[in-house]
């Protein structure tokens, strides 16, 4: 393959460019899309009275428009490539010196010079782009059929100053689009664990209920003395593990969907449903003495299930930092339009820094002991608004108390 045909099978067009294909496809979107460099052309335009402004990427080898405003009708839109060896551009880029004149036929430089007369260029500026490492970039161009006074000092300054400004801006263009690429790859990272953990979640929860269901067994079967006593401590140990698992799966499952979703029902068996959390909690931490007043005067419409999770999280962690032989309470009431569940306990009160975090994921208590993963006041508060409600936390005299409340609900 020669020479002159090599050159025509590397020349790309517009048409590459919108079809996304183009070897500067980023450069020249990049420029395409800056209101900058679009606002800069125009006020070179403008300043000059010339009628083609245009902003190129130039290699060794390659010329190519990324952004052009053309009124003289060359026919060069973003993405058109023409040989390098037909510009002027060759010579800055070798040079890294601008090339200027006001009319080829008077110009002592450029004066019958073919690349003028092959386009009709009678006046004509290209000033050198270099990023802020001092790369070469490519030109800033402006071109008329007719004279103009291009060569004036203040139009060379203010051509200088603008090539000068898109120069930087590509810099700051390359980090945003480096910065958004990251993030966009940390998304998808993201997703994949979550995606990762909630599958995993899943087949935990399947090991754990097996557990579960051999201790129960056990139970019924006649044991030593020292297995009773073990027998507990590995159903406490498995209540923890599915507490654990139900959080993970729900948290992964809530970003991987956009949020926590609910499904409500009408009368919605809210009290059966808290008693059975409460008495999970109980067979858990037998240590410890929960009460229970629940008194739903009518009908409450919810996702009891969901409401009964975070409450189960709530009095977890009631359980895990109330002082030892103290009480914990669980009341239930409909207070006007609203239901609210309360958990509360005796114990070292929160502190103020961590009252401000607390519904975050990841958070944990000072004295949590390694315990958990921080996710459970963070799904019992996703809970609440994906009900329309909220959680608050009070700390009075040593008691610490947290309202579930949530609006009465239509189905």
């Not at 207070?335 to 009160?349: D, F, K």
Request: aromatic share 6%; glycine share 8%; net charge negative.
């Amino acid at each position: 393959m020669d020479d002159e045909t090599n050159m025509r099978a590397i020349i790309q067009d517009h048409e590459a460019y919108l079809a996304g294909a183009h070897d500067f496809q980023s450069d020249i979107e990049m420029l395409a899309a800056s209101e900058t460099v679009g606002t800069l052309l125009e006020t070179v335009m403008l300043a000059t009275d010339m009628r083609f402004a245009a902003v190129a990427r130039v290699t060794t080898d390659r010329w190519v428009a990324c952004r052009t405003v053309d009124e003289v009708n060359f026919g060069l839109s973003e993405g058109d490539e023409i040989g390098i060896d037909q510009t002027f551009c060759q010579s800055v880029r070798e040079t890294s010196e601008k090339v200027m004149f006001n009319d080829v036929a008077t110009d002592d430089v450029y004066r019958n010079h073919p690349i003028a007369a092959q386009f009709g260029i009678v006046s004509y500026a290209s000033i050198p782009i270099f990023r802020s490492n001092g790369s070469f970039f490519g030109t800033l161009c402006a071109i008329d059929t007719e004279p103009r006074d291009v060569k004036h000092p203040r139009v060379v300054a203010m051509l200088e100053m603008f090539a000068d400004i898109i120069g930087r801006s590509l810099e700051t263009e390359e980090r945003l689009e480096a910065q958004e690429r990251l993030v966009e790859h940390e998304r998808q990272m993201g997703a994949v664990q979550e995606e990762f953990v909630a599958v995993l979640g899943h087949d935990l929860r399947n090991s754990v209920a097996a557990l579960n269901a051999g201790v129960r067994q056990l139970d019924k079967e006649p044991l030593s003395d020292k297995a009773r006593k073990i027998l507990p401590l590995m159903g406490t140990s498995i209540h923890r593990m599915s507490e654990l698992i139900d959080n993970i799966m729900l948290h992964a499952k809530s970003r991987l969907g956009g949020g926590i979703r609910i499904s409500a029902t009408p009368d919605a068996g809210l009290e059966d449903a808290l008693n059975h959390v409460v008495e999970e909690v109980r067979a858990a931490a037998p240590d410890h003495k929960i009460t229970v007043d629940l008194d739903f005067d009518r009908p409450v419409s919810c996702d009891a299930a969901r409401v009964a999770q975070a409450v189960s999280n709530l009095l977890s962690n009631a359980v895990r930092y109330a002082d030892d032989g103290s009480e914990v309470t669980v009341r239930g009431r409909v207070s006007g339009a609203e239901a609210v569940i309360s958990v509360a306990n005796r114990g070292a009160p929160i502190p103020e820094s961590l009252k401000q975090k607390l519904f975050q994921p990841y958070q944990r208590g000072d004295q949590t002991k390694g315990e958990g993963l921080g996710l459970g006041l963070h799904i019992a508060s996703s809970i609440a608004v994906a009900h329309g409600g909220q959680i608050d936390v009070t700390c009075d005299d040593g008691l610490t108390t947290f309202e579930f409340r949530l609006p009465l609900l239509a189905a």
